[in-house]
């Protein structure tokens, strides 16, 4: 199983677990992690929004220049900063840490 923590805004972490290949915001969704994904994961919107930790954000593929795109368009952005619905967890990710920003920009309201 592949560990993901997430650290809540209050800076409360939480532990989620998988065993496939899945992105980040579906393992957020089945885990009851504050994240909205109003899109459902087709980087129309920026509610997935998260900023990964230093030193796991280098074992991330770039983001894609459409989702840097969007994240243009969101608040609180870092050089870390990513999509959720564009990060696909695998074994290599176990123990990946993200941060929730404290707030997201919903771009399809």
């Given at each position: 199983m592949t560990k993901v923590i997430f650290v809540e805004k209050n800076g409360a972490q939480k532990e989620a677990f998988t065993d496939s290949k899945t992105t980040l915001l579906h393992i957020a969704q089945a885990n009851d992690i504050d994240m909205e994904g109003a899109c459902e994961g087709s980087m129309a919107c920026s509610?997935?929004?998260?900023?990964?930790?230093?030193?796991?954000?280098?074992?991330?593929?770039p983001p894609t220049e459409a989702e840097a795109d969007m994240l243009d368009l969101t608040?609180?952005?870092s050089r870390t900063s990513r999509l959720a619905c564009q990060i696909v967890v695998?074994?290599?990710?176990?123990?990946?840490?993200v941060s929730m920003p404290q707030s997201t920009r919903n771009m399809m309201e």
């Open positions: 509610t997935c929004h998260v900023i990964v930790a230093d030193a796991w954000y280098g074992k991330l593929p608040y609180g952005v695998t074994e290599a990710l176990d123990g990946l840490t």
